[in-house]
């Protein structure tokens, strides 16, 4: 079984458009690969309710595993940006993970966050605020720091993991990439797609690697 992940889009109502275009793409993926795939809606993003956090996000993603997995011998995540960070960090406790694919997912998440001032306006902005505040900026970024993608993942190989990243990523730079790979001891797959950006969910070239991946996990 496979589990997409979405990130946090941090540009104006970004967040409450974060996970409408995963079931499409889930679809496609589980028709053109016969693998069961669901969708995770996190707290404060489509009509999920609550507030971003991210250990919040890590206590719902950990949820729907605990949901979906049953009498499965284990499921496999992709994760979109933030989604793929999460995705590490939950596959690093958790050995039910079979597999991680990380897309575009930034390495160092305190140059990602920027100071925690603008951070907090950007989740305000990004509409994942609901009726409980958002935690105040300083406790929101250390939050967002704890997830520590690079710590993460040096503790999931021998479990696959590919790491997918677009080459003129304008939000999250190519070397993130480069970065995670080196963190799990060069112990993961990299696939660098030409030309592409950072909004890799809608390009057909990612589809295809991430169906690539999945085959070689029969």
């Given at each position: 079984m496979l589990l997409l992940c979405h990130g946090l889009p941090l540009s104006r109502g970004g967040g409450k458009l974060a996970s409408r275009l995963l079931p499409e793409l889930a679809e496609r993926i589980a028709s053109e690969s016969g693998w069961t795939v669901a969708v995770a809606s996190l707290r404060g993003v489509g009509g999920s309710p609550g507030t971003f956090s991210a250990s919040g996000w890590c206590d719902d993603l950990t949820a729907v595993i605990n949901e979906l997995i049953g009498d499965r011998k284990g499921i496999s995540l992709v994760g979109f940006g933030f989604g793929g960070a999460l995705a590490l960090r939950t596959a690093a406790g958790d050995e039910r993970i079979r597999g991680v694919a990380a897309l575009a997912t930034p390495a160092d998440l305190s140059s990602w966050c920027g100071p925690p001032e603008v951070f907090a306006d950007a989740c305000h902005r990004a509409g994942v605020v609901g009726v409980t505040p958002l935690a105040d900026p300083d406790a929101l970024v250390a939050d967002v720091l704890a997830?520590?993608?690079?710590?993460?993942?040096?503790?999931?190989?021998?479990?696959?993991?590919?790491?997918?990243?677009?080459?003129?990523?304008?939000?999250?730079?190519?070397?993130?990439?480069?970065?995670?790979?080196?963190?799990a001891d060069g112990r993961a797959e990299l696939r660098i797609v030409a030309g592409a950006g950072h909004w890799l969910r809608s390009d057909p070239r990612m589809v295809a690697t991430v169906l690539g991946w999945l085959d070689r996990q029969r």
């Open positions: 997830i520590d993608p690079m710590d993460a993942i040096a503790s999931i190989p021998p479990r696959r993991i590919m790491i997918v990243h677009g080459a003129d990523d304008a939000v999250v730079p190519e070397r993130a990439a480069r970065e995670l790979v080196r963190g």
